[in-house]
């Protein structure tokens, strides 16, 4: 199962963060390929995306359901695809890590540095990211503003993870192609909510 996780920090306390993520609207646009999103209640919701998988632009509808809120550093869901076989499932969590970026403490070990991978996987990394910013008219993250971290203000750690799985005849190929792609869209989302709450008047 494609599975993607991408943490970032913001100058920000943990109370604020929460009180911009406990609302999708503040944060639904920022999804790569938004569309349009529906709430049925504070747990479900209908969202319409729009991207390129397989050769094809497709714009599929998916049902998410809430399944935890735990105010205010986790939310959890699930996710189905209501006209395509995909189910999937993710999470937000915010630590607060403190006064500054010299005095913040992680909670667990900070992981070893995961290997450079081989040419062919940076190369498909790459064109994965130029091939979403086509598809999306979306700018790539990694050459976006960055959040500042203060020195003098609450920062918060957030970590957004993602894994999706396609099932049906073409489950097995279409899995391949969305391992890559996720990656820059959990970033390209952790990031984009991560400059609203430094700075709420760009949103």
Known sequence: MPEVEHTTTVAASLP???????DMDNWAPFLTGYQRHEKINR???????????GGLTRTAEFKVQVTEWKEPSRVTFVMRGIQEPVTGSGEFLATDLG???ADAVSPEPAPAPKPAG?????????????LLRRVTNSVDVQTA???VVSAESRNTQITFRLNVQAGGATGPVLNLLLGPMLKP???DLAMKIA???DDPGSR
């Not at 479900?44 to 998988?53: A, M, N, P, R």
């Not at 081989?118 to 130029?130: A, K, Q, T």
């Open 145 to 147: 503003a960055r959040p």
């Open 195 to 197: 400059q609203s709450v």
């Open 118 to 130: 081989s040419w062919m996987s940076r190369l498909w990394d790459r064109l994965s990211r130029w």
């Open 99 to 101: 006064g500054g970026a």
């Open 16 to 22: 604020q963060v929460w009180n911009f993520v406990e």
């Open 185 to 187: 869209v959990a970033e």
């Open 43 to 53: 747990d479900e919701s209908i969202w319409v995306v729009k991207g390129e998988l």
